[in-house]
């Protein structure tokens, strides 16, 4: 054994931990994030039960959601999405699952699995017991991933954007973009719950092949091999659109706003396709009009507005989970080194269902 090695377990014993985290050094305004951007460093922390103050807990890290509404936190700026950037030289924060190592608070002990939408992209981290969210029931019968896709930040943009905003009748027809990716695979089996005819947009025909034998939807396009978008949608929806869930933004919302139906409803979950561009540089949509002479409802939404509802949201999503009607689809990729091209993989036409980060083993 090395002399390093043998200082770690030294240190370890004594209730010092090396953990890997990720930091911001300066802020991405264009493109995607690079390692001149976020940098991994190590640190040493103690762990040891004299050092966690009172109300604090000492979490070994397991699962982190990537999400692409994390890209909005590295530009600098408050455009668009209007979430709080990221402070430079600290460490990041995210969605994820941990497993508590040490506590100085009675409400968590050792060995409790717990979520959290603020822990830091660390191993490790000592932290405020009041920054958990919940407490897993290992015996629930749920997957520790499904906490981060159908029953997570995807899972509840699903629900909003078909169960609150759309709250669409059986028969409707309805148009997912991003349709395999971790909101639309959720939003379209949850459309199809509801006995609605569901058409998806992606962006390669293996993707195509996905959402119609795994996700149930109906029927779908490669939106890559569609020069007339105009005329794809007109194919697919002749009796035109009632319900569009719009993940993607751009050239996609300009063409179905010529196809809605009226009094369709168009929750705006989020735009991927104009993310890592200035707001000047994005794609202008030029019909808006359609959406007065046909009486449309466009609403964008927020999970923190609606968290009231993150209790409905979580007893309907459990019962479908043990039915069998969701079925999930998720990518693990293992070790905190794979958080960026993790992030950067959710804008590439490879990425499929929902990305997960696997830092040590559950």
């Known amino acids: 054994m090395g002399e390093e090695v043998k200082s770690l377990v030294v240190e370890e014993e004594m209730g010092v931990v090396e953990s890997k985290e990720w930091y911001l050094v300066s802020y991405a305004p264009h493109g995607v994030p690079t390692t001149d951007h976020l940098k991994l460093r190590k640190v040493r922390l103690s762990i040891a039960p004299e050092s966690i103050p009172d109300a604090h807990v000492a979490i070994e890290m397991l699962l982190f959601s990537v999400d692409p509404y994390l890209r909005g936190r590295f530009t600098g700026t408050l455009d668009g999405l209007y979430f709080p950037q990221f402070e430079l030289n600290q460490v990041i924060t995210i969605f994820g699952i ?11 002990e050792e060995g409790d699995i717990v979520l959290s939408a603020s822990f830091p992209v660390a191993e490790y981290c000592v932290m405020p017991s ?14 520790l991933p499904d906490y981060l896709s159908t029953l997570g930040v995807p899972g509840f943009a699903a629900w909003l954007g078909i169960e609150v905003v759309a709250d669409p009748k059986p028969g409707s027809n309805v148009f997912i973009s991003a349709a395999s990716g971790g909101v639309g695979m959720i939003a379209g089996q949850l459309a199809k719950i509801r006995g609605c005819r569901v058409i998806g947009s992606t962006g ?9 034998e ?17 005329a ?13 869930l719009d993940n993607v933004g751009g050239k996609m919302l300009e063409s179905v706003l010529n196809h809605v139906n009226k009094f369709a409803r168009i929750p705006l979950c989020g735009m991927i396709s104009q993310y890592n561009q200035a707001w000047t540089e994005r794609e202008g949509v030029r019909n808006l009009l359609n959406l007065v002479g046909k009486e449309v409802r466009m609403e964008g939404f927020l999970l ?7 209790g409905d949201f979580a007893k309907e999503i459990e019962g479908h989970i043990k039915e ?38 559950a």
């Open 98 to 108: 941990g497993r508590v190592k040490r506590s100085n608070d009675s409400k968590y």
């Open 130 to 143: 009041s920054e958990i969210d919940a407490k897993i029931d290992a015996a629930s019968g749920i997957s």
């Open 204 to 212: 390669s025909d293996e993707k195509v092949r996905l959402i119609k």
């Open 214 to 230: 795994e996700f149930g939807y109906d029927d779908g396009f490669n939106y890559k091999k569609e020069e007339d978008l105009d």
């Open 232 to 244: 794809v949608l007109s194919k697919f929806f002749p009796n035109g659109i009632d319900v569009y």
């Open 304 to 310: 923190k507005t609606h968290f009231n509802r993150f």
């Open 324 to 361: 069998g009607r969701l079925k999930p689809k998720t990518k693990i990729n293992f070790g905190i080194e794979s958080f960026l091209d993790s992030l950067n993989s959710l804008f590439s036409s490879s990425n499929i269902g929902k990305v997960v980060i696997q830092v040590n083993k």
